[in-house]
């Protein structure tokens, strides 16, 4: 069993690339040696990622994907197989924020936008992923959920809904495959400094200060603590670790 992150011939697909902690998990699979397929619906940040990975010596293919359509992540999937041959990692990081509302004035279509983005779109990522990790011998899979997965939040029925799903998910798809060498685990984000979080806090300093006011270790969290997080659980070091949903939030859920 290696004792470090080494992913080096190991070949990575990374949804949600284009900012915040899909860039910084990108970058961190090939900082440690991976080839990695950064696949997101905005092609110009898509493209900038790439173009840091290659700045870094990395190998990477970007792929626009909406992962709310099958076509798309089964095509994002497709072109990875036939430029590096195989798959043994995904991070399915792909999702989007849910406005301050209360559940009676959530607008419906607002409702289904969330849940086939951070839903639906997760489980046609993990449903075209697992033949082709199968085929490779096994490897790992890491779904993002959230704190919102382990709690709820005022205004945020629909996002909490959909990141409960994420760890309902991951815990039984985890079971179907775990004799197979497959192990599909959740990473559980607090309040981390992306432009997901500036998006929701408005990005003035009330707003920041609000929500680090939820974290007793004082401020936000980095995107590359996460991505930390998300290289342990598909290395070897957690070989013995299954449809777990691993909290990373600076205290904010304790209690």
Known sequence: ?????????????????????GRATALAFAKAGAAVTVADVSEEGN???ARLIEEAGGRVLAV????????????????????????DVAFNNAGIEQPMAPVAEIEDKDFDRIVAINLRGLFLCMK????????AGGGAIVNTSSGAGVRGFAGQAAYAATKHGVIGMTRSAALDYAKHGLRINAICPGIVDTPMMQRFT??????IA?????EPVGRMGRPEEIAAAVLYLCSDLAAFTIGHA???DGGQTVG
């Open 47 to 49: 493209l900038e990622t």
């Open 246 to 248: 691993m909290v990373v």
């Open 202 to 207: 408005g990005g003035t300093p009330d707003g």
């Open 210 to 214: 609000r929500v680090i006011a939820q």
């Open 64 to 87: 626009r994907c909406d992962v709310s359509e099958a076509g798309d992540v089964k095509a994002a999937l497709d072109r990875t197989i036939r430029t590096f041959g195989r798959l």
């Open 128 to 135: 075209h992923q697992v033949p082709l990790l199968l085929k």
């Open 1 to 21: 069993m290696s004792l470090a992150h080494d992913f080096t011939g190991k070949i990575a697909f990374v949804t949600g690339a284009t900012s915040g902690i």
